[in-house]
């Protein structure tokens, strides 16, 4: 009874803020990570946290998006600051990561959020 339930998309001016939430029920492995998707491109890995709290970045937002969570609700966030209109895409909240591979590889992931369109302009 696995659920992932995401918000917090929107349309945002160009180098706006937004912050998405993902949370997450019923999953039972630690590590969980943001992917977005947009036309023409392969889903890429945006953001992950692993279990001991360690995070690690894509190159394209890295000090710009953070990613946290609350361990208590299981609840992962993304705060993205200085959004680019090339951030515009379908963000996803993914969970339960399977061993022998790299967070950024999509398929490793047994557990998807809905989506939620982010649009930049």
């Known amino acids: 009874h696995v659920q992932l339930v995401e918000s917090g998309g929107a349309s945002v001016q160009a180098g706006g803020s937004l912050r998405l939430s993902c949370s997450a029920s019923g999953v039972a492995r630690f590590c969980m990570a943001w992917f977005r998707q947009s036309p023409g491109k392969a889903r890429e890995g945006v953001a992950a946290?692993?279990?001991?709290?360690?995070?690690d970045y894509a190159d394209s937002v890295k000090g710009r998006f953070t990613i946290s969570r609350d361990g208590a609700k299981n609840i992962i966030a993304l705060q993205m600051h200085s959004l680019k209109p090339e951030d515009t895409a379908t963000y996803y909240c993914?969970?339960?990561?399977?061993?022998?591979?790299?967070?950024?590889?999509?398929?490793?992931?047994?557990?998807w959020s809905q989506g939620t369109q982010v649009t930049v302009s």
């Open positions: 946290i692993a279990g001991d709290g360690r995070t």
């Open positions: 993914a969970a339960d990561i399977r061993d022998g591979g790299r967070w950024w590889w999509a398929q490793l992931y047994n557990y």
